[in-house]
């Protein structure tokens, strides 16, 4: 039974780790019917500028690992990614809005390759900054890593703690900013209905540089989160995490912010089950991406709208 | 982000006769300073500290000034030349001939050509110090160029495709052209030093956007079309020609190999994305799962299946096998959406990698030993010609990869062969049709979803097809090989060639493949630079730097100026009809 729980919360943290990422894959898809394919990517920024944060908060504090350090990485996470994914969303995806749709997927493929091999080639080259080129361990920061917490028995990772959090906290934010906020229901009507909207007054250019940051936002606290759970940060990380968020924003229904909860925490959960519950040969760790892009394959087939989505995706 | 225009049409209309002066002086001035020493020492590029005696390079710089020069004086005669009627014919080629934007399009590449080897000299010579007043000379004359040229009035587009020519002359001409590119792609090869190469692409670039923009492209291209067969032909006769140029050395050989390999590759991925506009990023696995199919049916000791058939039985089996995958991947796929190809085509990578790698006799089957792969997969064997021994044909010695150079030739003209049939076919235009309104050719009877799977399964097939003779080329076959970056890579390949043609893609491919073996520093920077480049084509020229003219419309259907000169051009034979 201890086996299981264990599975279930790796399960669970592994699951709203990708939510978070999905949430910004769904929200960008919602709007302008793009797969942003470097969402990964900004995923992966997040968890270096928060990096970044600490380095330079160590500068002046002598390297503190005290707790209010991990709400000043957070922010500092958050800025750079979303930083980067409105650079990125005024300079390459805007001036193809009405290009073959090839064009702005193979566009996302370019950044995503250019912001790993950036991450890779430069991070390093800052004074003070550790080389890129390998994994880097991320942080300690008291209170949120350290020794198991010990919950009636069951010994519990903190970062599954920090991470089921992070995502319970974002997903009530969420749902207040889309459905109380001017912004969020100006987000409602983009997705439903762009042209009208914009005769409505709705600056479209704006929501949908909102809808970029947002997702980078919450990838941002995402990559934090992978920092503290795993204990370690690379260039690389972005694009597994990516392909397995979009996994799950489809699972889940692409364009449903619910929909990429509910499917990242199903993904997760199926990852770590699979590992652990299939016998022989094909079970084992070695395996559960497999059976995490299986899972993706079979729900293209047998419900193409995902779990909650209503809508039957139909895009060529 | 409009770039400000700073040669308008009012400046243009007030100064194009001192332009067309500071051209050709500017021209002449750049051949002349070829004879000048550039450099301060003779270390940096190809000698050029010589007074009177121009290196190679300095002697390709001086072919450029001079053509910047001729076409400016050309542009110049164009009005008056007509009137007093000596050498009617010659004049009547001269008037359709863009000599005005070729010299344009020219004075962009010298300025381009020498601040390149100002910097390569700067570079290698540590500072700006080590250019001798001849460079400095090149780089006024170059600006001189730049701006005469700049100052001219484009005037109408050139229109020497109408022209009609002996079909004799065409046909040389095709020759004359392959032959030029032949020499100057042997003497690139053996380039050692960076600069030299680079600069020898920088000329090449600075050439063919000259004969593109004067209209001499278009009437290449016109005979090219006319004499299909000739070309192609010759085209392969060239490429056969290539490892008799090497001397015996196989270092070359082994880089040509493995850019045909690539190539063929990618020529292949464009069936899929160029022709059926299926983005499939995960095509790298076809190739692997040829490749790997290859291995274990070798003699190789490590191999683990323990049935030897013929090779041409293998590559069959290769072809079949990554087919089959296409079809398992691409059926479900195939239904929903093209956005969700690609995403599922990336998985299917990925799982292709991870089971290659799992498949080691402790996470699964032994059938690939893992991570480390199948080594010593022996050299093939075909018909009694032993692939691995170097053979001796009119005195010069063809190594190993030469012969397998020869082979991926072959490979190269089957899949080129396919690729023009099936362009050519009902099928290719169902192709386009799907790739342009999906909806709108079902509606037409088209079978979208049969086409598409078969664009799919065929491109897997090629892709297999190649892999199988890819494990012989390279003796092993490891599944961290094929990871996506490879994918991508074949992706920025066809993206950079142009979608949907041929030739465009094996220059893309060739490029790729050639710019980190002869540049180190683009070896380290190789992903970071061609991640920007995808993004900056998709941006300035999503079709490619050889567009497929029918692409490029459906990029650009905005662009009314484009798509009236491409509608013009496209219903060829009905223009003659009229006339």
């Given at each position: 039974?201890?086996?299981?729980?264990?599975?279930?919360?790796?399960?669970?943290?592994?699951?709203?780790?990708?939510?978070?990422?999905?949430?910004?894959?769904?929200?960008?898809?919602?709007?302008?019917?793009?797969?942003?394919?470097?969402?990964?990517?900004?995923?992966?920024?997040?968890?270096?500028?928060?990096?970044?944060?600490?380095?330079?908060?160590?500068?002046?504090?002598?390297?503190?690992?005290?707790?209010?350090?991990?709400?000043?990485?957070?922010?500092?996470?958050?800025?750079?990614?979303?930083?980067?994914?409105?650079?990125?969303?005024?300079?390459?995806?805007?001036?193809?809005?009405?290009?073959?749709?090839?064009?702005?997927?193979?566009?996302?493929?370019?950044?995503?390759?250019?912001?790993?091999?950036?991450?890779?080639?430069?991070?390093?080259?800052?004074?003070?900054?550790?080389?890129?080129?390998?994994?880097?361990?991320?942080?300690?920061?008291?209170?949120?890593?350290?020794?198991?917490?010990?919950?009636?028995?069951?010994?519990?990772?903190?970062?599954?703690?920090?991470?089921?959090?992070?995502?319970?906290?974002?997903?009530?934010?969420?749902?207040?900013?889309?459905?109380?906020?001017?912004?969020?229901?100006?987000?409602?009507?983009?997705?439903?209905?762009?042209?009208?909207?914009?005769?409505?007054?709705?600056?479209?250019?704006?929501?949908?540089?909102?809808?970029?940051?947002?997702?980078?936002?919450?990838?941002?606290?995402?990559?934090?989160?992978?920092?503290?759970?795993?204990?370690?940060?690379?260039?690389?990380?972005?694009?597994?995490?990516?392909?397995?968020?979009?996994?799950?924003?489809?699972?889940?229904?692409?364009?449903?912010?619910?929909?990429?909860?509910?499917?990242?925490?199903?993904?997760?959960?199926?990852?770590?089950?699979?590992?652990?519950?299939?016998?022989?040969?094909?079970?084992?760790?070695?395996?559960?991406?497999?059976?995490?892009?299986?899972?993706?394959?079979?729900?293209?087939?047998?419900?193409?709208?995902?779990?909650?989505?209503?809508?039957?995706?139909?895009?060529? | 982000?409009?770039?400000?225009?700073?040669?308008?049409?009012?400046?243009?209309?007030?100064?194009?006769?001192?332009?067309?002066?500071?051209?050709?002086?500017?021209?002449?001035?750049?051949?002349?300073?070829?004879?000048?020493?550039?450099?301060?020492?003779?270390?940096?590029?190809?000698?050029?500290?010589?007074?009177?005696?121009?290196?190679?390079?300095?002697?390709?710089?001086?072919?450029?000034?001079?053509?910047?020069?001729?076409?400016?004086?050309?542009?110049?005669?164009?009005?008056?030349?007509?009137?007093?009627?000596?050498?009617?014919?010659?004049?009547?080629?001269?008037?359709?001939?863009?000599?005005?934007?070729?010299?344009?399009?020219?004075?962009?590449?010298?300025?381009?050509?020498?601040?390149?080897?100002?910097?390569?000299?700067?570079?290698?010579?540590?500072?700006?110090?080590?250019?001798?007043?001849?460079?400095?000379?090149?780089?006024?004359?170059?600006?001189?160029?730049?701006?005469?040229?700049?100052?001219?009035?484009?005037?109408?587009?050139?229109?020497?495709?109408?022209?009609?020519?002996?079909?004799?002359?065409?046909?040389?001409?095709?020759?004359?052209?392959?032959?030029?590119?032949?020499?100057?792609?042997?003497?690139?090869?053996?380039?050692?030093?960076?600069?030299?190469?680079?600069?020898?692409?920088?000329?090449?670039?600075?050439?063919?956007?000259?004969?593109?923009?004067?209209?001499?492209?278009?009437?290449?291209?016109?005979?090219?079309?006319?004499?299909?067969?000739?070309?192609?032909?010759?085209?392969?006769?060239?490429?056969?020609?290539?490892?008799?140029?090497?001397?015996?050395?196989?270092?070359?050989?082994?880089?040509?190999?493995?850019?045909?390999?690539?190539?063929?590759?990618?020529?292949?991925?464009?069936?899929?994305?160029?022709?059926?506009?299926?983005?499939?990023?995960?095509?790298?696995?076809?190739?692997?799962?040829?490749?790997?199919?290859?291995?274990?049916?070798?003699?190789?000791?490590?191999?683990?299946?323990?049935?030897?058939?013929?090779?041409?039985?293998?590559?069959?089996?290769?072809?079949?096998?990554?087919?089959?995958?296409?079809?398992?991947?691409?059926?479900?796929?195939?239904?929903?959406?093209?956005?969700?190809?690609?995403?599922?085509?990336?998985?299917?990578?990925?799982?292709?990698?991870?089971?290659?790698?799992?498949?080691?006799?402790?996470?699964?089957?032994?059938?690939?030993?893992?991570?480390?792969?199948?080594?010593?997969?022996?050299?093939?064997?075909?018909?009694?010609?032993?692939?691995?021994?170097?053979?001796?044909?009119?005195?010069?010695?063809?190594?190993?990869?030469?012969?397998?150079?020869?082979?991926?030739?072959?490979?190269?003209?089957?899949?080129?062969?396919?690729?023009?049939?099936?362009?050519?076919?009902?099928?290719?235009?169902?192709?386009?049709?799907?790739?342009?309104?999906?909806?709108?050719?079902?509606?037409?009877?088209?079978?979208?979803?049969?086409?598409?799977?078969?664009?799919?399964?065929?491109?897997?097939?090629?892709?297999?097809?190649?892999?199988?003779?890819?494990?012989?080329?390279?003796?092993?076959?490891?599944?961290?090989?094929?990871?996506?970056?490879?994918?991508?890579?074949?992706?920025?390949?066809?993206?950079?060639?142009?979608?949907?043609?041929?030739?465009?893609?094996?220059?893309?491919?060739?490029?790729?493949?050639?710019?980190?073996?002869?540049?180190?520093?683009?070896?380290?920077?190789?992903?970071?630079?061609?991640?920007?480049?995808?993004?900056?084509?998709?941006?300035?020229?999503?079709?490619?730097?050889?567009?497929?003219?029918?692409?490029?419309?459906?990029?650009?259907?905005?662009?009314?100026?484009?798509?009236q000169e491409i509608e013009e051009d496209l219903p060829y034979e009905f223009a003659e009809e009229k006339s």
């Open positions: 039974m201890a086996f299981f729980i264990d599975q279930l919360l790796n399960g669970l943290s592994l699951g709203a780790l990708y939510a978070l990422i999905a949430v910004g894959y769904t929200v960008v898809y919602g709007i302008v019917q793009l797969i942003n394919f470097a969402h990964g990517e900004i995923f992966m920024i997040g968890a270096f500028g928060a990096l970044s944060t600490w380095i330079v908060l160590g500068w002046a504090t002598g390297g503190s690992t005290a707790w209010w350090n991990m709400p000043l990485m957070l922010v500092g996470g958050m800025l750079v990614a979303v930083l980067t994914a409105v650079v990125m969303e005024r300079f390459a995806y805007r001036p193809l809005r009405n290009a073959p749709r090839l064009a702005p997927l193979i566009t996302a493929i370019g950044i995503s390759i250019f912001l790993q091999e950036f991450i890779r080639l430069f991070y390093g080259e800052i004074p003070g900054f550790p080389d890129a080129k390998a994994a880097i361990p991320f942080p300690q920061i008291e209170f949120f890593t350290g020794d198991a917490v010990d919950v009636g028995g069951q010994l519990i990772n903190r970062g599954t703690f920090f991470i089921i959090a992070a995502l319970v906290v974002c997903w009530a934010f969420l749902w207040w900013f889309v459905n109380k906020t001017a912004t969020g229901r100006a987000m409602q009507a983009v997705s439903q209905d762009p042209d009208t909207s914009r005769l409505m007054g709705i600056d479209v250019d704006r929501i949908i540089v909102i809808a970029f940051a947002v997702g980078a936002a919450l990838a941002a606290i995402a990559g934090v989160a992978h920092g503290v759970r795993f204990g370690n940060i690379d260039f690389k990380m972005g694009f597994l995490a990516g392909l397995k968020a979009f996994t799950a924003a489809v699972l889940g229904g692409i364009g449903n912010i619910n929909g990429a909860v509910v499917g990242g925490l199903t993904l997760g959960l199926v990852e770590s089950m699979a590992a652990s519950y299939i016998p022989g040969q094909f079970g084992g760790a070695a395996w559960k991406d497999v059976w995490a892009f299986v899972l993706l394959i079979l729900i293209l087939v047998f419900r193409p709208q995902g779990l909650l989505g209503a809508k039957v995706v139909d895009r060529a | 982000m409009r770039i400000p225009t700073v040669f308008t049409p009012e400046l243009q209309k007030q100064y194009h006769v001192t332009g067309r002066m500071v051209a050709m002086a500017g021209g002449l001035l750049f051949a002349v300073s070829a004879y000048l020493p550039w450099a301060y020492t003779g270390a940096a590029l190809d000698n050029m500290s010589y007074l009177g005696g121009p290196s190679t390079l300095q002697f390709l710089g001086l072919t450029l000034g001079l053509i910047v020069a001729w076409c400016a004086a050309m542009g110049w005669i164009e009005p008056w030349a007509d009137r007093r009627g000596f050498a009617r014919p010659l004049i009547r080629v001269s008037k359709r001939v863009g000599w005005t934007r070729g010299s344009k399009a020219m004075g962009i590449g010298l300025l381009a050509y020498i601040v390149l080897i100002l910097v390569v000299i700067a570079i290698e010579l540590r500072g700006l110090v080590a250019v001798e007043w001849g460079g400095w000379v090149a780089l006024v004359a170059a600006l001189m160029a730049f701006v005469g040229t700049r100052l001219l009035i484009a005037g109408r587009a050139p229109s020497l495709e109408r022209v009609r020519s002996a079909a004799w002359v065409e046909i040389v001409a095709i020759a004359l052209i392959l032959l030029l590119a032949l020499l100057l792609v042997a003497y690139a090869l053996n380039q050692n030093d960076g600069g030299i190469f680079l600069s020898i692409i920088a000329f090449a670039g600075a050439l063919s956007a000259f004969v593109l923009r004067s209209g001499i492209g278009a009437w290449i291209s016109e005979a090219g079309q006319k004499h299909r067969t000739v070309l192609v032909f010759s085209s392969f006769l060239v490429a056969f020609l290539f490892p008799f140029t090497q001397n015996g050395s196989d270092a070359n050989m082994s880089i040509a190999t493995q850019v045909l390999v690539f190539a063929a590759t990618a020529v292949g991925l464009n069936i899929v994305v160029g022709l059926a506009g299926l983005l499939d990023l995960g095509y790298i696995a076809f190739l692997g799962a040829g490749a790997f199919t290859a291995a274990t049916l070798s003699e190789s000791a490590f191999a683990t299946i323990n049935w030897k058939p013929p090779f041409i039985v293998v590559m069959l089996i290769a072809g079949l096998i990554s087919a089959s995958l296409g079809l398992l991947i691409g059926s479900p796929t195939l239904r929903v959406s093209g956005d969700y190809l690609a995403i599922v085509t990336l998985a299917f990578g990925e799982i292709f990698r991870i089971t290659m790698n799992n498949l080691d006799g402790q996470s699964g089957p032994n059938l690939t030993h893992g991570s480390s792969g199948i080594p010593a997969i022996p050299n093939l064997e075909l018909f009694g010609f032993d692939f691995g021994k170097p053979h001796v044909v009119f005195g010069i010695t063809l190594g190993r990869f030469s012969n397998y150079f020869f082979l991926m030739l072959l490979i190269m003209a089957v899949i080129v062969l396919v690729f023009t049939r099936l362009n050519h076919s009902r099928i290719g235009r169902g192709w386009v049709a799907i790739r342009e309104d999906e909806k709108a050719a079902e509606a037409m009877g088209v079978n979208v979803f049969g086409l598409k799977l078969l664009a799919f399964a065929g491109g897997a097939f090629l892709a297999g097809f190649a892999g199988a003779v890819k494990a012989h080329v390279d003796v092993s076959v490891i599944p961290d090989q094929y990871v996506f970056l490879e994918s991508a890579f074949l992706l920025a390949a066809v993206v950079l060639g142009g979608m949907g043609t041929v030739i465009g893609v094996i220059l893309g491919a060739t490029l790729l493949k050639l710019l980190p073996e002869k540049l180190r520093f683009v070896s380290e920077y190789r992903m970071l630079l061609f991640g920007l480049l995808m993004v900056v084509m998709m941006r300035f020229r999503p079709e490619g730097m050889i567009p497929n003219q029918r692409r490029a419309l459906e990029f650009h259907s905005d662009d009314e100026e484009l798509v």
